[in-house]
């Protein structure tokens, strides 16, 4: 499978299927700076973090 980045949309080949959420409210940092200030995992667990990180390369 392989994506590509448009514009305004990404395309998944062999999916075709677009939804337009440019109306939907980003949520993500909000729930972010929650978790920070109130030592939480709203936004993203810390599991998912510490494996986000391990995937990313070191420069």
């Known amino acids: 499978m392989t994506t590509k980045i448009h514009k305004d949309k990404t395309i998944i080949e062999g ?10 409210p980003l949520t993500y940092f909000e729930r ?8 939480t995992s709203t936004a993203m ?3 998912h973090c510490l ?3 391990e995937c990313q390369p070191i420069i």
Do not use: C
Request: charged letters at 40%; hydrophobic letters at 30%; glycine letters at 0%.
């Open 51 to 53: 494996k986000v990180m």
């Open 15 to 24: 999916i075709d299927e677009y939804k337009n959420t440019s109306k939907e």
């Open 32 to 39: 972010l700076m929650d978790d920070v200030v109130n030592r």
């Open 45 to 47: 667990d810390q599991s």
